[in-house]
């Protein structure tokens, strides 16, 4: 049997892969249009799974105080989410998803070093390889230059996701799937108004419905692969390993969708990735 730190690392790593095939499936239905429709159905379906499993593992309701910080989880997560997806459909997902990791990272990392000291040597060097990602990633010709728009949704998503870790972290002590209701509940309602009051559509339109389902299945078991990583090893760990997710959005996009970055930019990719590595230790 895994002792608590293997099977800490193996949830990280799982729920990189499930987030960032999901993310992918999200982009493709983003791209067809409505993007709150895509985001609001795939959440509501992660929320109803989330719940039925907690009802059927009989997991005993936390307290409120708990709830409560899965919901303000949940309304940062919703808003990284709704940046992530933009971007994925209207930028480079080759671009908008490392970045947005980067950053999803520094902040429980950041949180984490604040309580704890301040960051290592090894970590400071994580940093320099986060600056030149960015720079890798913005170089080029005009026609692959990173855009303000990819800056500000991969920005908008990295704090969004890095808050929710955060607060995800805070209200799993003593169970996983309840908190991951109440951010499911907040997100949704958050959503709904949003639609309310902007007086777009809700309903997504034909051809999305198959990559919603499968989105929402897959951001729902990231959700949870991540709060049991987080509950059993270091939150700055899971954090670091769940940001990975940008490793199978970016392969499945190549696979898919062929997209081509330039050399630089490729380095670029692999200094986030090295940066999210060396800013863990």
Not at 105 to 133: D, E, R
Request: net charge neutral; glycine share 12%; aromatic share 12%.
């Amino acid at each position: 049997m895994m002792n608590p730190e293997t099977l800490a690392l193996s949830y990280g790593i799982g729920s990189a892969i499930a987030w960032g095939a999901g993310d992918f499936s999200g982009g493709l239905a983003s791209k067809k249009g409505n993007l709150l429709g895509v985001v609001l159905i795939s959440q509501s379906i992660g929320g109803l799974l989330l719940a039925v499993a907690a009802l059927v593992f009989s997991e005993p309701f936390p307290p409120m105080e708990h709830i409560g910080f899965g919901a303000l989880a949940g309304m940062f997560g919703i808003l990284g989410l709704l940046a992530l997806y933009h971007g994925l459909a209207q930028g480079r997902m080759g671009i908008v998803a490392p970045l947005s990791a980067v950053l999803t990272a520094l902040v429980p990392i950041g949180y984490t070093a604040f309580y704890t000291g301040l960051p290592t040597h090894v970590q400071l060097a994580g940093f320099f390889f986060f600056m030149a990602a960015v720079w890798l990633l913005s170089s080029g010709d005009a026609a692959f230059r990173m855009t303000l728009d990819e800056l500000f949704l991969s920005v908008s998503a990295g704090l969004g996701f890095g808050l929710f870790f955060i607060f995800i972290d805070k209200a799993n002590d003593l169970a996983v799937f309840w908190p991951l209701v109440g951010a499911r509940i907040a997100s949704v309602s958050f959503l709904l108004m949003i639609i309310l009051f902007s007086g777009k559509r809700g309903v997504p339109v034909r051809g999305q419905w198959s990559f919603i389902l499968i989105t929402g299945i897959l951001d729902a078991t990231g959700n949870c692969l991540f709060s049991l990583a987080a509950q059993l090893g270091r939150l700055d760990i899971a954090a670091v390993l769940g940001s990975l997710y940008p490793a199978s959005t970016v392969m499945l996009a190549w696979f898919f969708l062929r997209e081509k970055l330039r050399r630089q930019q490729w380095i670029g990719v692999a200094s986030a990735f090295i940066a999210l590595v060396l800013i863990s230790v």
